[in-house]
């Protein structure tokens, strides 16, 4: 069993700064690869940023020198730190690990949260 439970999220004016926290609970083994996506309405949804096991990074070109991933292993834990926020980010931000459990034979699968919605507005 994995929760993933998602905070951060609100309204902020334009240019403002905002962080994203997921923190993952239960039967966890290991955690590979860390996510955010984000879905506006009337789009599809698309990947935000990620980070693999490895520290790697990969941003969307949209957010690319705005936003940062980040990673906290000891705390199961995914941030992403926003900061020129324009009402173009407004969306719902979801969180997805690959993670591998102990009641799940250490295979890896995906995991989301529930999304928070992330304003921006003046």
């Known amino acids: 069993q994995v929760q993933l439970v998602e905070s951060g999220g609100g309204l902020v004016q334009p240019g403002g700064s905002l962080r994203l926290s997921c923190t993952a609970s239960?039967?966890?083994?290991?955690?590979?690869?860390m996510n955010w996506y984000r879905q506006a309405p009337g789009k599809q949804r698309e990947l935000v940023a990620g980070i693999t096991g490895g520290g790697r990074t990969t941003y969307a070109d949209s957010v690319k020198g705005r936003f940062t991933i980040s990673r906290d292993d000891a705390k199961n834990t995914v941030y992403l730190q926003m900061s020129s926020l324009k009402p173009e980010d407004t969306a719902v931000y979801y969180c997805?690990?690959?993670?591998?459990?102990?009641?799940?034979?250490?295979?890896?699968?995906?995991?989301w949260g529930q999304g928070t919605q992330v304003t921006v507005s003046s």
């Open positions: 239960g039967s966890i083994f290991s955690i590979n690869g």
């Open positions: 997805n690990v690959d993670a591998s459990t102990l009641d799940g034979d250490y295979d890896y699968f995906d995991y």
